[in-house]
C-alpha cells in the first residue's frame, strides 16, 4: 500500500495517494506525454465524478520505485531511435526501445490494467 498523498484535486480539493492514482476508477488515466520543455513524462489523469470531472498532471517519476525494469539514464526523444510515442497523448503503446521514458510506458499499461480490474469488481459488486 502506498498511501502518501501526491496529488490534490484543484477544483474538488480531495487527496490521491499513488493507490488511489494506480486503483480507484474514478480516475481515469487519459494518457502519457513526454513535455521537451521540462524534460520530462507526465501521466494524464481525470477525475471522472459528477461533482469533480477535472483533468491534470502527475509527474511520471512518481511511480519510479515501483517499476521493476531497468530504467534507462537516457532519453531518446528527437533522436533517430524515438518512436514518437510518448509526443501523441492518445498513444498507450509500450515502446520498443532503451529510452528513460520506455519502463514509464510499460508502467502505464499495468495501470490501465488495474483500472479494468477496478471496473470489473465495481460492475461485479453492482450486480449480486
Do not use: W
Amino acid at each position: 500500500m502506498d498511501n502518501k498523498i501526491v496529488k490534490t484535486c484543484d477544483l474538488c480539493k480531495r487527496n490521491f495517494t499513488i493507490d488511489d492514482l494506480i486503483y480507484n476508477p474514478d480516475l481515469k488515466i487519459i494518457g502519457m506525454t513526454f513535455i521537451e520543455k521540462l524534460e520530462k513524462a507526465y501521466y494524464f489523469f481525470h477525475h471522472d465524478i459528477p461533482d469533480c470531472e477535472t483533468s491534470f498532471i502527475i509527474d511520471a517519476e512518481v511511480f519510479k520505485h515501483l517499476i521493476k525494469d531497468y530504467i534507462p539514464v537516457v532519453s531518446q526523444h528527437k533522436t533517430e531511435l524515438c518512436e514518437k510515442r510518448c509526443t501523441n497523448i492518445e498513444d498507450l503503446s509500450i515502446c520498443n526501445i532503451n529510452c528513460r521514458q520506455a519502463p514509464f510506458r510499460k508502467f502505464l499499461q499495468f495501470v490501465l490494467s488495474q483500472k479494468d480490474l477496478a471496473k470489473e469488481a465495481t460492475k461485479t459488486k453492482t450486480r449480486v
